[in-house]
């Protein structure tokens, strides 16, 4: 997916580490690692290597256990209780109507799409980088108002002036290799005056084949806040929050200028 799991290993430590991609070839960016660098005999610390392929799932089951881990509670109990919830709180930030066409980035098998296109009848791109959930997602929304891309085909979709009027990012930025990239992105996709509701983790949680989750130091809402103007920022009730991410976490509006 572009992102969807909270990292169980991770702190906020700021030994540096440089993460490295398998595929395409890498490009480097710092990060700042769960535990201690693995030895390096030339003083530097030693490479980590993005690992995307967590989030490669076989079944719906597999999908909604690492789409929603337990953090204090459990996968089934946050998605029986988290969803409706969110859905109430996507639709006061962003009003969908029939009409709205809406973006869910990092959509995983749709959990979103699914509650949103039977509240509202919307409809809804999701865009995810793992193509299993991408294949999986139509299953579980069984709608014909869904559909799931690729970040490269929407890529193309924008290039060819395609816009949403709203977006979503649950639970994603934080996992994002490049996370400016993809802000970037949410943002060409939407028109001017757009909407965008994000719920993210405070820290990241960067997937890695060495030491499993890196938080990078990077500050996803500051990132957020230079391509759009904040219009609303919150928590979520505790009572809808799994215990271990209570004091780690916001949900926010942002706008597109006009």
């Given at each position: ?10 702190s ?9 991609q ?6 480097s960016?710092?990060?700042?690692g ?20 967590i ?7 597999a ?8 953090e204090?509670?459990?996968p ?15 639709q ?15 959509c995983?098998i ?5 509650e949103?296109?039977?509240?509202h ?16 997602a139509?299953?579980y929304?069984q ?5 799931a891309?690729?970040?490269?085909m929407?890529d ?11 977006a979503i ?11 400016a ?45 230079d391509?759009f103007?904040?219009?609303m920022e919150g ?19 942002f706008l597109?200028?006009?």
């Open positions: 997916m572009v992102g969807f799991l909270f990292g169980h290993r991770f906020n430590s700021r030994q540096a580490l440089i993460l490295m398998d595929q395409p070839p890498p490009d960016a710092n990060l700042h769960a535990d201690s660098p693995p030895p390096a005999t030339d003083g530097k610390p030693a490479p980590l290597t993005y690992n995307p392929e989030f490669d799932v076989g079944s719906i089951e999908a909604r256990q690492i789409i929603l881990t337990g204090g509670s459990t089934d109990e946050r998605w029986e209780s988290e969803t409706p919830y969110l859905a109430d709180a996507i006061n930030a962003l009003e969908i109507t029939a009409d709205t066409v809406l973006i869910d980035y990092g995983g749709g959990r979103m799409a699914k949103l296109i039977r509240r009848g919307c409809r809804v791109i999701g865009v995810d980088i793992s193509n299993n959930m991408r294949i999986l139509p299953n929304v709608s014909s108002r869904f559909l891309c690729s970040p490269e929407l193309m979709l924008l290039a060819r002036n395609f816009v949403a009027d709203a990012s649950i639970w994603v930025l934080q996992h994002c290799l490049r996370p990239e993809d802000i970037d992105r949410i943002y060409r996709s939407l028109a001017p005056g757009g909407g965008l509701f994000v719920l993210n983790n405070l820290y990241r949680a960067v997937p890695t084949k060495e030491k499993y989750w890196v938080n990078d130091g990077l500050d996803i809402k500051s990132l957020l806040c391509r103007s904040m219009a928590k979520p009730a505790e009572d809808k929050t799994p215990r271990d991410l209570r004091d780690i976490i916001f949900w926010a509006k597109k200028p006009d």
